[in-house]
C-alpha cells in the first residue's frame, strides 16, 4: 500500500468519524426542541419576567373547571383547572398527539378526568385518544399540554420554545 493510499485511507476514516458526529449531535439538538430540556436564548419568558399576571377566579366554562384563562401582558390565553398555561405543539399533524415518551415528561398532555363531560363547552374543545387509551383535551383540533417547567400561574415559559411550542392565545371575540 503506497502513502497516498494511507493517507486518502485515514482521511476517508475521519470523514466518515466527523459525519457520524455531527449525525448523533444533530439528532439531540432535534430531540431537545422537542423535549424541550434546553431553552432558547430568545426564550419569551425573558421579555415578560415583570409583566403582572390576572387570573380569572371562577370556571369560565359553564358547569365546569376543566378550562379555564389567564390575562398576562395584554392578551389572553387557555389554562387547566390549576391555572396553568395550555400550549400547542407544531409537531402534532391531523389531531393526533406526537408527544410521548420523554416529550410527555416535559410537555405533559392535558388529560380529560374520568366522566367528565364536554357538555356546554366551546365548539373549539374536543378530545383525541391517546396511544394507550387516555383521551386527551384539544382546542380546535390540536392537543393541549402543559409544561413542566411553569412553576405557577401565569407562567409561560414555554411559549415559542424552538418556535413550535406555543401558548393558546384567544381573540378578545372567543367567548369562553
Sequence with gaps: MTRNHKILI???????AAIGIFAVFRRLSVQNQITGTSMPA?????ATTTT???STTAPTIPGTALLKTETS???TY???TNNMTLYVFDHDVNGQSSCYGQCAVIWPPYLVPAGASLAGMPSEVGTVTRTGGANQFTWNGRPLYTYSNDKKPG??????FSGIWHIVQLSSSTAL
Design 78 to 80: 387557555l389554562t387547566n
Design 42 to 46: 430568545n426564550n419569551y419568558q425573558a
Design 52 to 54: 403582572s399576571t390576572s
Design 10 to 16: 485515514f482521511s476517508l476514516i475521519i470523514l466518515i
Design 73 to 75: 401582558g395584554g392578551f
Design 155 to 160: 407562567d409561560i415559559l414555554g411559549n415559542g
